[in-house]
């Protein structure tokens, strides 16, 4: 339903994007998105995306905003070549981000490298639990098991797969999810014959690749000093991983309201103690990873949630826009080459 928007109130919006330098946007978009005018001379906040050279109303590659009428013309029509599921957790990411960051990262990341590829890519609904039962010590987390996990993904997929999609991308947001998918793929594509992948979204930099950890050393405070060999304790090098620099960042520059402010003073004040102390049912979730850790690993659970909270400290909005940039080039090239297989008939995983 869209709003009547009086001339004026129209003309000053349009004045007002001219001035902040946005001078190419054509003037049919303004008022197809009447909702998104107010009635003062300020523009509204909903985003605008650019995906060549038209704009795209960012919830037209969500699924679950699409009617049955727009996703059956849009899969008949021939265009839609692909899908996303976005998979991420509900869980504890220290002092001071919503517990529902990873699906948040997620579902953010699969929306713009959809919008980058409009109109070939649709997101479906992301799936809001992970497995996450080492974070189980901090309350609020909620936690799959593996095989509740993988089932669901498998689920999505198939769904996906009857309605005419063979090519499904999982854009992964939490680590705990990313071994049980890649373990999980090669036999989902033996047993659905698609071209089917999963990339936790910034894998392609953060995981065993020099260059890439020396990219995110270029703006990212903790990789740098990573890099560097400043980081003087086990926590402090492997506190980035989680709720950290990258993570508050990207949530700075995305949702603002999922940040809250905090002090190392009221973080010690707290007293937090996630290595004792737990009643048996939360035992019974982190013991197994106690003991993997072995009695000679000396990265013990509480200096290292320490190291997270300081190094969340030099997050930034500007190194958000960065990373949310670098992820969906990352997502939106590996699908990009995951639809050219599928139309060539070629197999994936490509051969290196
Ligand atoms: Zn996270």
């Given amino acids: 339903?869209?709003?009547?928007?009086?001339?004026?109130?129209?003309?000053?919006?349009?004045?007002?994007?001219?001035?902040?330098?946005?001078?190419?946007?054509?003037?049919?978009?303004?008022?197809?998105?009447?909702?998104?005018?107010?009635?003062?001379?300020?523009?509204?906040?909903?985003?605008?995306?650019?995906?060549?050279?038209?704009?795209?109303?960012?919830?037209?590659?969500?699924?679950?905003?699409?009617?049955?009428?727009?996703?059956?013309?849009?899969?008949?029509?021939?265009?839609?070549?692909?899908?996303?599921?976005?998979?991420?957790?509900?869980?504890?990411?220290?002092?001071?981000?919503?517990?529902?960051?990873?699906?948040?990262?997620?579902?953010?990341?699969?929306?713009?490298?959809?919008?980058?590829?409009?109109?070939?890519?649709?997101?479906?609904?992301?799936?809001?639990?992970?497995?996450?039962?080492?974070?189980?010590?901090?309350?609020?987390?909620?936690?799959?098991?593996?095989?509740?996990?993988?089932?669901?993904?498998?689920?999505?997929?198939?769904?996906?797969?009857a309605h005419g999609i063979r090519t499904v991308l999982v854009v992964n947001g939490h680590n705990g999810n990313h071994g049980p998918l890649l373990e999980a793929m090669p036999e989902w594509r033996r047993t659905l014959g698609m071209t089917l992948d999963s990339a936790t979204y910034l894998s392609g930099l953060r995981e065993g690749d020099p260059e890439g950890q020396r990219e995110l050393a270029k703006f990212l405070t903790s990789y740098r000093l990573l890099l560097e060999g400043k980081l003087d304790s086990m926590a402090r090098r492997t506190g980035m991983s989680h709720a950290s620099e990258i993570e508050t960042s990207i949530l700075m520059a995305a949702y603002p309201d999922r940040v809250r402010p905090f002090t190392m003073e009221e973080y010690d004040q707290a007293k937090l103690n996630f290595e004792s102390g737990f009643s048996p049912e939360v035992w019974e979730y982190v013991e197994p990873f106690k003991e993997q850790r072995g009695p000679n690993v000396a990265n013990p659970e509480n200096p290292r949630d320490r190291a997270r909270q300081e190094q969340a400290l030099f997050a930034t909005k500007e190194k958000g826009e960065r990373l949310i940039t670098l992820a969906t080039d990352f997502i939106s090239d590996r699908l990009q080459r995951m639809i050219q297989a599928a139309e060539k008939g070629t197999p994936w995983p490509e051969k290196a």
């Fill in 1 to 161: 339903m869209s709003q009547k928007v009086s001339r004026r109130a129209w003309f000053s919006s349009l004045r007002t994007l001219m001035t902040s330098g946005a001078a190419g946007l054509a003037a049919s978009s303004l008022s197809t998105s009447g909702t998104a005018l107010s009635q003062t001379s300020q523009l509204p906040t909903p985003s605008i995306e650019w995906t060549g050279r038209s704009y795209v109303h960012p919830q037209k590659v969500l699924l679950w905003e699409n009617t049955r009428k727009e996703y059956r013309e849009a899969i008949e029509s021939g265009q839609v070549k692909a899908a996303i599921i976005p998979t991420g957790s509900t869980e504890q990411h220290n002092e001071h981000l919503a517990l529902i960051c990873d699906t948040a990262c997620a579902t953010l990341i699969s929306q713009q490298a959809a919008l980058r590829l409009y109109p070939q890519v649709k997101v479906s609904t992301p799936c809001p639990l992970g497995y996450a039962p080492y974070h189980m010590a901090r309350k609020g987390t909620l936690t799959l098991r593996k095989e509740t996990f993988t089932a669901y993904v498998y689920d999505v997929i198939k769904s996906l797969r």
